[in-house]
């Protein structure tokens, strides 16, 4: 087990340096310079500017710069948010992002495996049919829309929850359901269709021939094993919840870090840019490693297969 | 006379599909006796799993009883609601399956499996359970019981596996245990030891056994007693020997004929194909693939015709206005047999 963990840890590492080299050079290709007014600075300034940055070098050695200093845990100085250290500007924000996410993960995932068990237990009735439809209008429907149907009539209109900004848990609520209903409606179809055919197997027939009432069928066999691929899915939703965080924070007004990179790419703010890549595959990378190892702990077979290898 | 502890008479069941109604089950009707093992024997799509989900009550959802009555313990079985079954399901009567791959819920440890019923019948803790699990894991002879009672199924090869299925269904000493093709998945040899496992376990639980099966070579060792069943209909029963030696309905003669014994060489599978149940004929079902058939068979059902006290067969060779045919060469010479076995109990 721990030679495949440390198998899993290097795997983990080279794909963050594959990651951070492509990063490093494909920002290069982008059009533009990280100076805003460039109009109005002077050749002289701007080398002065460069200099400062270290953008005076070759690539190659900004680039093993860069690297060197990721290796310090020092992701440079952002060029755009008064000149604080990338490392700071994150981890002073990724408390808010953290929060938001994992709330709409636990949002989507629990409501997602209540809708899909219970479509899947009256699966062919008119509960089934309404929970499909929602299911395929919650995943149609892009989160920044969602979002601002919220915000206009729950928030403006009802003003049952703070329209934006970020206080305390009430200021989390809407962008919570807004980033988490895609994932939930992901959830249910996929229970749904796991259950049902989890529901037609013979276990499941055996566990009803030992007197189980319907509760107890679904509850101790059912939900387990249809939980088991779920598994599967905290991959892409993680990347769903990054990708959706960089819309839904700005809509709110979150002080996250989705806010942050949008603000980063638009102004050429190359070492924040860089910084909050690497954060979202490292955590990315982490995720699904976790995702194996949870994997091994509710299925008894891949556990046995992992002590093996 | 013995105790008759399941009473099953005139069923009728229809499954509702998009083709119209299957009538699977057609007046069926028969009896379980107090400590006996009653084979139910037919080909394919014949109705035997049916019949037993309806004593369980657990028929598909667009399964629809029509008509007739399952007595146990004075008490109309289909008449009862979920909950009574359920009460039921497990604790008196119980059930072995068919596939034991894929009939041991993968992701709960076995002794979990096994310790259920008793947690949900006899009220009892958990550890309690465990510890009964045990001793009925022992005795379905699964090695280092102690050991492998906290391991998972996919741990276990198929014959230990089946061994699992049958400590689930005896741990709360069913009064009643239907096994459907508990050996069909299994090769060969393990087939022999679980057969002879639920022997030995029949006389120590005290169980009666409806044993379900589309080979009769199993039979034998197992059945006191046997019902033929042919497209949704029994149309033969009777003792072991009854329907061994001195079978009537022709589909019974088929049935034997197409059975591997130590004289025959030669498999003679029956020819044809059952009929579709959509629209089941209305003479005797089995007519058209019956050499020996007579016009009556195409136009009348047969009723039941006393061969003797326990043997019945519905055909209407056993009218006493039908000519006498001459059965396969492999039947005479069972009925040859049949005639010195009851010669030599007589003297
Ligand atoms: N849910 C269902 N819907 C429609 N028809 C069904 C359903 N279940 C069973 N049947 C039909 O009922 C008939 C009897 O089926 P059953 O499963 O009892 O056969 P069997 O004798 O157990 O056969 P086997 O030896 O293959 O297990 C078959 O014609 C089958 O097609
Ligand atoms: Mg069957």
Redesign the pocket.
Known sequence: MRKYLLKRVFYMILTLFLVATITFFLMKLMPGTPYSNQEKMTPHQIQIMNEQYGLNKPIWMQYLLYLLGMLHGDLGTSFQFSNQPVSYLISSRIGASAQLGIQAMIFGIFFGVIVGSIAAINRNTWIDTTSTVLSIIGKSVPNFVLAVLLQYYIALKLGWFPIADWGGFSYTILPTIALGVGPLAETARFIRTGMVDVLNSDYIELAKSKGLSRFGIVYHHALRNSLIPLVTLIGPYTVALMTGSMVIENIFSIPGIGEQFVKSILTNDYPTIMGVTMLFSAGLVAVILLTDIIYGIIDPRIRLSGNED | MAERILDVKNLEIN?H?YAGD?K??RDVSFHLNKGETLAIV??????????T?SLMGLL????EVMGGSIMYHGKDILKNSEKQMQNIRGKEIAMIF?DPMTSLDPTMKIGQQIAEPLIKHKKIEKKKAWAQALDILKLVGITNAEERIKDYPHQFSGGQRQRIVIAIALVCYPEILIA??PTTALDVTIQAQILQLMKELQSKIETSIIF?T?DLGVVAGMADRVAV?YA?QIVEYGTVDEIFYNPQHPYTWGLLNSMPTLTSTTLEAIPGTPPD?LDPPKGDAFAARNPYAMKIDVEQKPPFFKVSDTHYAATWLLHPDAPKVTPPKEIVRRHQLFAKMTAHESV
């Open positions: 499954f599909t299957v699977a089950i037919g080909e394919s799509g014949s109705g035997k799993s049916v019949t989900k598909a959802n667009n399964a068919q459907d093709e379900i589309h069943m949704g149940l």
